[in-house]
């Protein structure tokens, strides 16, 4: 309907379109107030709704524990990198550690592809010694490197709990197509130590033990609706600070202090209304739904395509060993880069758009988030088996 199209698109990306519906019947007047959210004050009551709605009704989809903050800010994925390192170290328990010690504390992280690597960079720029438990760059037949894989856990270089602040890891690498189940973690990692994970592309497709992290950043715009909003859930007692962690936080801008936001339920200063809106209804989408049933639709629209590259592995080259495959972003390669860009061109004409890998890495990457019905897989899947015919 509407003469839409298979949207494929890394993120931002495809919504339910009956969330799309909703926003569009009350565009113009929402709930008879007269206005757009857009329009709104965000301190009026209409306003004050919506945002408790949206986290109340995101607590009950993931069963979000009561010890656990919610909140809704602003600088996409990226901000998270910072804030993660920065309100951590300005923590109770992590100063307290530190002072036992004697000396500043290490944090770990796993780099599995680019956007783990960009928390990392972060870590470092802010002058922390971040400690690389594993890298999972390796080489190729054709000399490059690339993140396929994770080395054993038995091989993972984790710091010692009483000298490491965190654990930081991205649990779905949107780029390389490299997934990390979240229980080989927070299994790896000592109780003592909080695990704090970026979920920005695989947040609502499945359920989640929160209680088994410190803290989890998510971008909105790949499962939860546009860009402009982040979600952060912290565990309580790491915005707890003492005299120190005050003078810890005044390098903390405003903006990234996650206190700063739980104190204020999300709105010490203007929050980015609108996309919270749109996320509050994609949230009850997501309950309509449930996580569970969310989660085997991920597995069959994946499983469709990634048993497509398994029945022509000489034709679509599958790079990521089979136990990290992303369920949301799934890459591969065509033999030929003529043939890459074939494939890309001929798919669009059949509707089928925004395949094109990463400009980092090239290739093909299909990303099959929570809106993408499983017809979107089939009619892919259709497309490469002709394709494969067409072209072997
Ligand atoms: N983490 C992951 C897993 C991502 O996929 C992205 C963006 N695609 C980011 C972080 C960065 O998000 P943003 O562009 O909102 O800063």
Redesign the pocket.
């Known amino acids: 309907p509407y003469g839409r199209v298979w949207n494929f698109s ?2 931002p990306s495809v919504l339910p379109v009956s969330v799309l519906e909703e926003v569009q019947r009350d565009l113009l007047n929402y709930k008879g107030t007269g206005m757009s959210v857009m329009e709104m004050s965000h301190r009026s009551k209409t306003y004050d709704d919506i945002i408790e709605g949206a986290e109340a009704t995101l607590r009950r989809v993931l069963k979000v524990p009561d010890n656990y903050a919610v909140i809704f800010l602003q ?7 910072a804030a993660s390192y920065l309100n951590l170290f300005a923590c109770k328990a992590v100063r307290d550690k530190q002072r036992k010690l004697g000396r500043q504390l290490s944090c770990d992280y796993l780099v599995t ?1 680019s ?1 783990s690597k ?2 990392l960079k972060e870590a470092q720029r802010l002058g922390g010694r971040p400690n690389v438990v594993l890298d999972g760059v390796r080489a190729t037949k054709t000399g490059a490197v690339s993140y396929h894989s994770l080395p054993p856990v038995s091989e993972w270089k984790l710091g010692k709990p009483e000298e490491t602040a965190f654990v930081y890891y ?6 390389h197509g490299v997934e990390t189940p979240s229980s080989l973690v927070v299994d790896a990692v000592d109780p003592s130590v909080p695990v704090i994970c ?4 695989n947040m609502l497709s499945r359920p989640v033990d929160i209680k088994r992290f410190g803290a989890i ?3 909105a ?2 499962n939860m609706g546009p ?1 402009g909003v ?1 979600l952060v859930i912290v565990r309580k007692d790491l915005l707890e600070r003492d005299e120190a962690g005050v003078e810890a936080v005044r390098s903390i801008p405003s903006v990234l202090d996650w206190l700063y936001y739980a104190s204020a339920g999300s709105m010490p200063h203007t929050p980015p209304t609108f996309a919270i809106y749109v996320c509050s209804l994609v949230f009850k989408w997501a309950e309509e739904q449930g996580l569970e049933a969310l989660e085997r639709l991920r597995q069959a629209r994946s499983g469709l395509v990634y048993d497509m590259i398994d029945a022509h592995p000489e034709f679509y080259r599958g790079p990521v060993d089979r136990y990290y495959r992303s369920r949301m972003n799934v890459v591969f390669n065509l033999p030929t880069k003529e043939l890459e860009a074939q494939f890309i061109a001929e798919a669009a004409k059949r509707s089928m758009i925004q395949l094109k890998g990463h400009r980092s890495v090239g290739g093909v990457r299909i990303s099959l988030y929570n809106a993408m019905p499983l017809e979107g897989a089939q009619v892919f899947v259709e497309f490469m088996k002709e394709f494969y015919e067409a072209n072997r």
């Open positions: 890394a993120g600088g996409g994925g990226t901000g998270g990198f592809g956007w960009g928390g991205c649990e779905n690498e949107t780029i970026d979920m920005s592309s950043i998510a971008g715009q790949k860009a982040s």
